[in-house]
């Protein structure tokens, strides 16, 4: 069964609103990584969280990963249209990368 | 090539034909991964490999799904005696392996219809 969920699954929103998207795990995750996957592209490698409480940032995107290591958020600020596509979140459990179910993004100039 | 390369890119099968789709991970790499993606989902695990060793086929769907990497570079999926349910984008990933740099690098895919 699916082990990492995501919410929602899909998010409208004007240009230049904020954005967030949650992944959550039913098991401990060893860490987890979030990828962005364009329309008709594949997934690309955004960042990867490790850390209890971990918080990283890029440019306007901010990472969190949650006490337990069970959550994690990610966060855009001020969406661009260039921001559009769809955000997975992969949980690492037992050597291997369990995806959610992604949020799908889509910016309204 | 730069990137993770997977052949063919289209594929369009006979229910009850064998398919085998190739993947040539980034030289260097030493995990490589076989991931599902239907439209609108996330990619689903499949099997894995360090090397030539496959580490975990629990993905595996059922028994006509089976994967290799004998020589600890290209890997090839294998569908045998497929079904309409087979119908899939099929992604291959690789990554170095060291346990604190897990960044997976996809290829384009290759995209399965059986009819």
Request: aromatic content about 12%; overall charge positive.
């Amino acid at each position: 069964g699916q082990q990492v969920m995501q919410i929602p699954q899909y998010q409208h929103v004007q240009e230049g609103e904020d954005f967030t998207t949650y992944c959550n795990s039913s098991t401990t995750l060893s860490n987890i990584q979030w990828y962005k996957q364009r329309p008709g592209g594949h997934p690309v490698f955004l960042i990867q969280l490790v850390k209890s409480g971990e918080v990283k940032k890029q440019k306007r995107l901010t990472f969190q990963f949650g006490e337990a290591k069970k959550n994690s958020s990610l966060h855009i600020t001020a969406t661009q249209t260039t921001d559009v596509g769809t955000y997975f979140c992969a949980g690492k459990i037992s050597n291997q990368f369990y995806f959610g179910t992604g949020t799908s993004l889509t910016v309204i100039p | 090539g730069a990137g993770v390369s997977q052949s063919p890119r289209y594929k369009v099968t006979k229910r009850g034909q064998d398919v085998a789709l190739r993947c040539d991970p980034i030289s260097g790499h030493v995990s490589l991964y076989w991931y599902r993606q239907a439209l609108g989902q996330g990619p689903e695990f499949l099997t894995y490999f360090n090397y030539e060793a496959q580490q975990d086929k629990s993905g595996l769907p059922n028994d006509r799904f089976s994967a290799e990497r004998p020589e600890g570079s290209i890997s090839t999926l294998t569908i045998q005696r497929t079904e309409q349910r087979d119908s899939a984008m099929y992604r291959c990933a690789s990554s170095l392996g060291r346990p604190n740099t897990g960044e997976l690098f996809f290829g384009e895919g290759s995209r399965l219809t059986v009819l």
